[in-house]
């Protein structure tokens, strides 16, 4: 592992800086920016959640190589409320908060791994991936 980072989330500056520490990290990899723009969209859409649904959490941005692959994982994780229903969460046009954001679905069409594990009052981890394409 090359490069990790931890940056709490509980207002609309923390998530900026998500993106902008995600931006820094994906071109440090050798990102182009299309790619860069994916990976901020999705850690923007990830980090908003937390503020929205849990007030606090924090996003990890971690620089990866598995087997001659080299990318970037990005983890959300909070202790708020959790999803009640993943299943439905993942359906595109769901919303709680009545937005029109991308939404989970959308997170995971932007990126080349994405799982989600969430216990009703215990909180959700999100992990996405964003892989160099060789």
């Given at each position: ?28 990899v ?7 723009t ?7 859409e ?10 606090e ?11 001659s ?5 990005i ?43 969430s ?15 060789t």
């Amino acid at each position: 592992m090359a490069s990790a980072e931890r940056i709490g989330i509980r207002s609309d500056r923390d998530i900026l800086l998500a993106r902008q520490r995600g931006r820094e990290l994906g071109r440090s990899v050798g990102f182009v920016a299309t790619d860069l723009t994916l990976i901020a969209t999705a850690i923007s859409e990830l980090a908003r959640n937390i503020v929205l649904y849990a007030r606090e959490g924090v996003i990890e941005l971690r620089v990866v190589t598995e087997d001659s692959h080299r990318g970037l994982v990005i983890v959300a994780r909070d202790h708020g409320p959790g999803i009640v229903d993943v299943n439905r969460a993942m359906q595109d046009g769901y919303s709680t908060s009545g937005g029109l954001g991308l939404g989970l679905p959308g997170v995971k069409r932007l990126m080349d791994g994405f799982e989600i594990h969430s216990r009703a009052g215990r909180g959700t981890t999100v992990q996405i991936a964003k892989w160099l394409r060789t």
